[in-house]
């Protein structure tokens, strides 16, 4: 396979704390650090959330503003995508930020289970949060935690709610939702190829799931996610040391399947995003 690699590193997210792994990067500069560590091994993307001085999740677009401005410096040309996940926030603050115009950012187009709770994303939630990507020129990314998410996704491309033609990222692992299962991720591909050809996709796993969905991603011509967000171990008895401990796993499967890693202004051209300045 010739096609890169588009490699996205999820550096925070919501839940890990520094008790769970002292790597975490919690305050804006750890994570500008953080990624910019995995922007040199390979990745292109970064998915970010941000969070308070007490670790707790944030939607605070102050803390995003900064975090973007950092990274523009110390990663130029990194895809840069803000997170509008339920767990930062509710109702239209998780899409405060987007005003701030990322390259990106994530869009869950349907509810489903989480370990403890309901990830609710409502019709009218999800209209607005994809207008205001619509209007601040932001690609969303479609978070797909079941094959309906898919569909919808496919509805809204079809209708104009989403300009562009959609990336769709499957996520597996997560408790109560779609589990690790491989004839489940074949058939994810093989829908996309059907209703959105034109799209390209990746996959994430969670916990130890997560070099699974790498290994089936890159074997299979799609692209990943790896990052501290899902996963804060290298195995089970080793936490894993950064972010970009995780992203060089990825990087040795594309050496493993002979795919180069995708630059970050291959994988602008990729995703038809604008070009790097």
Not at 2 to 30: F, H, R
Not at 31 to 58: K, L
Not at 177 to 184: F, G, L
Request: glycine fraction near 8%.
């Amino acid at each position: 396979m010739t096609k890169p690699c588009i490699i996205c590193v999820a550096i925070t997210g919501s839940l890990p704390t520094k008790a769970d792994n002292p790597a975490v990067p919690v305050t804006v500069e750890e994570q500008i650090e953080s990624t910019q560590e995995a922007f040199e091994t390979g990745a292109s993307i970064c998915h970010a959330h941000v969070r308070n001085p007490d670790e707790t999740p944030s939607s605070d677009p102050e803390k995003f503003a900064r975090l973007k401005e950092g990274l523009e410096k110390h990663c130029p040309g990194m895809i840069i995508q803000f997170s509008t996940g339920g767990r930062s926030g509710a109702g239209e603050t998780r899409g405060g930020m987007l005003s701030l115009r990322p390259d990106m950012a994530s869009l869950s187009v349907g509810s489903n289970n989480f370990p403890t709770r309901v990830y609710e994303n409502p019709p009218a939630l999800v209209d607005w949060l994809a207008s205001e990507m619509k209007t601040y020129g932001v690609r969303p990314e479609i978070e797909a935690f079941d094959l309906s998410h898919i569909h919808q996704a496919a509805k809204m491309y079809a209708d104009g709610r989403l300009v562009d033609s959609p990336y769709v990222q499957f996520v597996m692992g997560v408790k109560n939702a779609m589990p690790v299962d491989r004839d489940v991720f074949d058939y994810y591909i093989k829908t996309v190829k059907r209703l959105l050809p034109d799209s390209e996709w990746c996959a994430a796993g969670i916990g130890p799931h997560q070099i699974t969905l790498n290994d089936w991603a890159v074997s299979s011509g799609g692209h990943a996610r790896a990052g501290l967000e899902d996963n804060v171990r290298l195995d089970k008895n080793t936490l894993a040391p950064s972010n970009a401990a995780l992203v060089q796993r990825v990087v040795d499967l594309c050496d493993k399947y002979q795919r180069p890693v995708a630059t970050a202004a291959q994988a602008r051209e990729m995703l038809g995003l604008r070009p790097i300045s």
